[in-house]
């Protein structure tokens, strides 16, 4: 496993922009594909964006394409989440997950290493 430290939220308005950031650390990590999923209060946790271990290849869920942008710089172990035109359903606890050797995946089971997760706060 690869550990996970997550930064970078807090509180903006509607229509602002936020980015966060998440740590890895561990030799390894270039062969974790990376996700970001989030739970708001009384919800399940879900997907929202993630990129593949070797391609770079993205993959986000419908609300979000267009707005967020999910990279990655293997030199220094981290994944970025760059939101925009953030919206009031857009707020709750954001989570960075790795896994190994895998696929793209929007499913929290396939993934095996995650952070303690940032609050994102939209007010309208």
């Known amino acids: 496993q690869v550990q996970l430290v997550e930064s970078g939220g807090g509180l903006v308005q509607a229509g602002g922009s936020l980015r966060l950031s998440c740590a890895a650390s561990?030799?390894?990590?270039?062969?974790?594909?990376l996700g970001w999923f989030r739970q708001a209060p009384g919800r399940e946790r879900e997907f929202v964006a993630s990129i593949r271990r070797n391609t770079g290849t993205t993959y986000y869920t419908d609300s979000v394409r267009g707005r967020f942008t999910i990279s990655r710089d293997n030199a220094k172990k981290t994944v970025s989440l760059q939101m925009n035109s953030l919206k009031s359903e857009d707020t709750a606890v954001y989570y960075c997950?790795?896994?190994?050797?895998?696929?793209?995946?929007?499913?929290?089971?396939?993934?095996?290493?995650w952070g303690q997760g940032t609050q994102v706060t939209v007010s309208s």
């Open positions: 997950a790795a896994r190994p050797y895998g696929l793209l995946s929007t499913k929290v089971s396939d993934y095996d290493s």
């Open positions: 561990g030799r390894t990590f270039n062969n974790y594909s």
